[in-house]
């Protein structure tokens, strides 16, 4: 009986080891630097979502080399323009990761290197400005599916790939610009995949500015109503999951706020008629580049954490 016990065990244990070492196996290492006491890395891997190569930044906290650990995570998505080294470069969070013992991965912005005619005629649409949804018009529909890429692929293959360290049940988003609509709509169309979720200067209400209107036509085609499942402001009129808190972060001398592509008090508004708790911090002077996201950035992992580490 004793051997028999002994002989499941070993079973156990070694299915658990080759399932990790397989989806190790599946990324390949770009870059690793030491920063705040933890690591910095890069990896590169074959996305079933947007069939090519992706490459996503990961931060794995001091707090990472502990014994049994399970670490709360936070996806930040970036903006137009952006990759995945904009905000692993230029934010400063990996100081406020560390202190808070958090996980941090980041995504590139659009699928790379698929070569559709047209995708980067302009800095708006097409490379590097995916806009964080699933594409149904062609060509665009066969790889433009950033939606599901954040939330279905990248999702899993951070649960399984760091299954020793990361608590799967503390997910966090944030993100910027576009990526702050990213993580809006990631969140409220599926709800409890995250528990905390706050953006700068996101675009709230695409379906209504100029960003928004070129974006969702080319991707999604005219029908509006295909829209409203991709903007922030429609689908919190119909949340209907875990109680959730929107901190929203707007820089008042930002450009773009002033030209009205971001739209947050519609989403303010819309949050306050259906109950959604929201918070819209109004910062004087500041603008739409890293020098304010660098500002603040300490804050919202304060706010990510009293939630995540609850």
Request: charged share 20%.
């Amino acid at each position: 009986m004793i051997c028999i016990v002994i002989t499941i065990i070993i079973f156990v244990d070694i299915k658990v080891l080759c399932d990790l070492c397989t989806n190790m196996d599946s990324l390949q290492l770009v870059s690793s630097n030491k920063i705040f006491g933890g690591y910095q890395k890069v990896y590169a891997h074959e996305s079933s979502e947007l069939k090519c190569k992706m490459n996503f930044s990961i931060y794995l906290p001091p707090q990472a080399d502990g014994d049994n650990v399970k670490l709360p995570v936070i996806f930040y998505l970036s903006g137009l323009t952006c990759t995945e080294q904009n905000f692993i470069t230029k934010s400063g969070f990996q100081r406020y990761a560390a202190q808070h013992g958090i996980i941090v991965v980041s995504p590139d912005t659009s699928p790379r290197g698929v070569k559709i005619p047209g995708d980067d005629d302009s800095w708006d649409f097409g490379v590097s400005a995916g806009f964080y949804l699933d594409a149904v018009m062609d060509p665009w529909s066969k790889h433009y599916r950033m939606g599901s890429y954040v939330t279905k692929e990248l999702y899993e293959i951070i649960q399984s790939a760091f299954s020793n360290l990361v608590d799967p049940t503390k997910f966090g988003i944030m993100g910027h610009s576009m990526g702050g609509h990213g993580a809006l709509v990631s969140t409220l169309r599926n709800p409890g995949l995250f528990k905390s979720v706050s953006a700068f200067a996101p675009i709230c209400n695409p379906s209504a500015c100029p960003w928004g209107e070129k974006a969702f036509t080319g991707y999604l085609g005219k029908d509006k109503n295909q829209w409203a499942e991709w903007d922030a402001t429609e689908l919190v009129k119909k949340y209907d999951g875990p109680p959730l808190t929107l901190l929203i972060d707007q820089g008042a001398g930002d450009k773009f706020y002033k030209e009205k592509q971001l739209l947050p008090e519609n989403l303010v508004e819309a949050c306050r008629s259906v109950g959604v708790p929201v918070i819209l911090n109004l910062r004087e002077d500041y603008d739409h580049s890293y020098y304010y996201i660098s500002t603040y950035i300490g804050e919202h992992f304060d706010f990510h954490a009293k939630i995540l580490k609850a």
